[in-house]
């Protein structure tokens, strides 16, 4: 092991006690952050009008802080890119990372503090890193460099003295110098705006450099690693050939089951591993501390309070909401935060299931909005993307994205899902492989199997072979190409669907 590689690893592995102490006290750790929040916030415009100088139970936060959407916050996020101190979190704020989010097409600025960077975003990058090397101690990771697949930032528009853009050009542009010496791209490269160009420019910079990992969203990832092999002509099939030390690919944003029958092809053998994180613009919440295993441990200690609520309790007026001592396994809670950034009962739009409760173990099941219920079958993106995965291991098939919207019953007979599929490699059998991806929904979903009995609620789902490139040309029609931006999986309504079929039919 390098001397570098022996520093950085002894440097990292310290925080494995801190991980493993909030494991074990995992109630204390909440409470201890909830009551730091509140004492820091207490003096701030919404502080001092929800009343946190005498907060001194979740009970009493409950009441007086009404749940919140980016739309309903916003009033306070424009003043605080505006540049106004002291609004929603002490001191003003002078980075915000830049979000379309999977529902809504208009974009959001979501404020990062200096204590959510240091305490939160980074924190939980270094975390990753240590828990990896906890569980791997011969890796030589810091002997090379690692690949961060991202976007860019700009000046903000309200306000020339801050900026905004994706969370990993946040987040590449706040890095300390030490980490950088290890990053791959040049910050040039890393931050450029225009992604096709991008892609081209960072094959190119990274080609003959020593890899040990990569980190971004699956789709983007690929998008690269093929560009990469095409410079290469026939000299390289797989990454290993031109990476040989390359160790472990961080992946996040997007299920990695549609895609990992491609990476693993890609990077044969069982040698790359493959690690999950779950980090957002409004925080980095879990991380992936056992291999091959698909929940997450939900990081405690990252200056975040979390609460819960029952997704079919979402839309009442005043919904209850759980902490991680109340939760129970296996049901749909809409995710709700208060951070360090000033986002308080902030529902961030995605859905996760307890695993397990001792320690907090969560899978991302969805979306609030990205989901499909058009008969009470409760379709989820989860359920989704194993049926997805299931059928393309089955028939070797590969998919680049896809989207599904409902056909609502006309009265006279049921609905069904329509599903539009770009694939990689088509199956020999589009129905066979519906087929199989309808019978694994069945197996996964009780509420859909209910529903397809006799057809009686919902009919065999459809499929549209789509052409290749479609989503990429639909991405950029709607300015959502890079790192950040995902194609919504499933939606109540057809607006992508049809959004994607007219441009298809040349009527957009």
Same mark, same amino acid.
């Given at each position: 092991?390098?001397?570098?590689?022996?520093?950085?690893?002894?440097?990292?592995?310290?925080?494995?006690?801190?991980?493993?102490?909030?494991?074990?006290?995992?109630?204390?750790?909440?409470?201890?952050?909830?009551?730091?929040?509140?004492?820091?916030?207490?003096?701030?415009?919404?502080?001092?009008?929800?009343?946190?100088?005498?907060?001194?139970?979740?009970?009493?936060?409950? /009441?007086?802080?009404?749940?919140?959407?980016?739309?309903?916050?916003?009033?306070?996020?424009?003043?605080?890119?505006?540049?106004?101190?002291?609004?929603?979190?002490?001191?003003?704020?002078?980075?915000?990372?830049?979000?379309?989010?999977?529902?809504?097409?208009?974009?959001?600025?979501?404020?990062?503090?200096?204590?959510?960077?240091?305490?939160?975003?980074?924190?939980?990058?270094?975390?990753?890193?240590?828990?990896?090397?906890?569980?791997?101690?011969?890796?030589?990771?810091?002997?090379?460099?690692?690949?961060?697949?991202?976007?860019?930032?700009?000046?903000?528009?309200?306000?020339?003295?801050?900026?905004?853009?994706?969370?990993?050009?946040?987040?590449?542009?706040?890095?300390?110098?030490?980490?950088?010496?290890?990053? /791959?791209?040049?910050?040039?490269?890393?931050?450029?705006?225009?992604?096709?160009?991008?892609?081209?420019?960072?094959?190119?910079?990274?080609?003959?450099?020593?890899?040990?990992?990569?980190?971004?969203?699956?789709?983007?990832?690929?998008?690269?690693?093929?560009?990469?092999?095409?410079?290469?002509?026939?000299?390289?099939?797989?990454?290993?050939?031109?990476?040989?030390?390359?160790?472990?690919?961080?992946?996040?944003?997007?299920?990695?089951?549609?895609?990992?029958?491609?990476?693993?092809?890609?990077?044969?053998?069982?040698?790359?591993?493959?690690?999950?994180?779950?980090?957002?613009?409004?925080?980095?919440?879990?991380?992936?501390?056992?291999?091959?295993?698909?929940?997450?441990?939900?990081?405690?200690?990252?200056?975040?309070?979390?609460?819960?609520?029952?997704?079919?309790?979402?839309?009442?007026?005043?919904?209850?909401?759980?902490?991680?001592?109340?939760?129970?396994?296996?049901?749909?809670? /809409?995710?709700?935060?208060?951070?360090?950034?000033?986002?308080?009962?902030?529902?961030?739009?995605?859905?996760?299931?307890?695993?397990?409760?001792?320690?907090?173990?969560?899978?991302?099941?969805?979306?609030?909005?990205?989901?499909?219920?058009?008969?009470?079958?409760?379709?989820?993106?989860?359920?989704?993307?194993?049926?997805?995965?299931?059928?393309?291991?089955?028939?070797?098939?590969?998919?680049?994205?896809?989207?599904?919207?409902?056909?609502?019953?006309?009265?006279?007979?049921?609905?069904?899902?329509?599903?539009?599929?770009?694939?990689?490699?088509?199956?020999?059998?589009?129905?066979?492989?519906?087929?199989?991806?309808?019978?694994?929904?069945?197996?996964?979903?009780?509420?859909?199997?209910?529903?397809?009995?006799?057809?009686?609620?919902?009919?065999?789902?459809?499929?549209?072979?789509?052409?290749?490139?479609?989503?990429?040309?639909?991405?950029?029609?709607?300015?959502?190409?890079?790192?950040?931006?995902?194609?919504?999986?499933?939606?109540?309504?057809?607006?992508? /669907?049809?959004?994607?079929?007219?441009?298809?039919?040349?009527?957009?």
């Amino acid at each position: 092991m390098s001397f570098i590689n022996s520093v950085a690893s002894w440097y990292l592995k310290k925080r494995i006690y801190q991980i493993e102490l909030f494991i074990k006290h995992p109630v204390e750790t909440q409470m201890e952050v909830f009551h730091r929040l509140i004492s820091t916030a207490a003096r701030t415009d919404w502080g001092r009008r929800h009343g946190y100088a005498d907060i001194t139970s979740i009970e009493q936060f409950q /009441a007086r802080v009404p749940i919140n959407t980016y739309e309903g916050l916003f009033p306070e996020i424009e003043r605080v890119l505006k540049g106004e101190p002291d609004v929603l979190w002490p001191g003003t704020i002078k980075w915000f990372s830049k979000s379309s989010g999977t529902t809504n097409d208009r974009s959001k600025f979501i404020p990062v503090s200096e204590e959510a960077l240091e305490d939160c975003h980074f924190k939980g990058g270094k975390d990753m890193l240590a828990i990896y090397l906890d569980s791997r101690p011969d890796s030589e990771i810091f002997a090379g460099r690692g690949l961060p697949i991202g976007g860019s930032h700009e000046v903000n528009k309200f306000n020339e003295h801050s900026y905004y853009g994706d969370l990993s050009a946040v987040l590449i542009q706040n890095t300390p110098h030490v980490f950088n010496l290890f990053r /791959a791209t040049s910050k040039k490269v890393a931050l450029m705006s225009g992604w096709e160009d991008k892609i081209v420019s960072m094959a190119e910079e990274v080609r003959e450099m020593n890899i040990t990992s990569i980190a971004g969203i699956p789709t983007w990832t690929l998008l690269l690693m093929h560009k990469l092999l095409e410079l290469q002509g026939n000299y390289s099939r797989n990454l290993f050939e031109i990476w040989p030390g390359l160790e472990v690919y961080f992946h996040g944003g997007v299920s990695i089951k549609p895609y990992r029958q491609q990476l693993e092809a890609l990077a044969p053998g069982g040698k790359l591993w493959f690690f999950e994180t779950y980090n957002a613009s409004e925080g980095f919440f879990g991380l992936q501390n056992e291999r091959d295993k698909d929940d997450l441990l939900l990081m405690l200690d990252y200056g975040i309070f979390y609460e819960f609520i029952r997704l079919e309790d979402l839309d009442e007026p005043h919904p209850p909401a759980y902490t991680i001592d109340n939760v129970e396994l296996g049901t749909n809670y /809409a995710m709700v935060i208060s951070t360090n950034a000033g986002l308080w009962r902030y529902l961030i739009g995605d859905t996760v299931k307890f695993t397990n409760l001792h320690p907090p173990r969560i899978v991302i099941s969805g979306r609030t909005k990205h989901f499909i219920n058009s008969c009470g079958e409760e379709l989820m993106v989860d359920n989704a993307d194993r049926a997805v995965a299931l059928a393309c291991e089955r028939l070797g098939a590969e998919i680049d994205n896809y989207t599904v919207a409902p056909i609502y019953s006309d009265g006279v007979q049921a609905g069904y899902h329509e599903w539009l599929i770009e694939f990689i490699v088509a199956p020999s059998d589009l129905k066979q492989f519906m087929r199989l991806i309808d019978d694994s929904l069945q197996q996964l979903n009780a509420d859909y199997a209910a529903k397809r009995v006799q057809e009686l609620a919902l009919r065999m789902p459809t499929l549209h072979s789509l052409p290749s490139g479609t989503f990429y040309q639909w991405m950029k029609r709607r300015d959502k190409l890079g790192g950040q931006n995902k194609v919504p999986r499933l939606s109540n309504s057809r607006e992508y /669907a049809d959004s994607i079929l007219e441009m298809l039919s040349g009527k957009a």
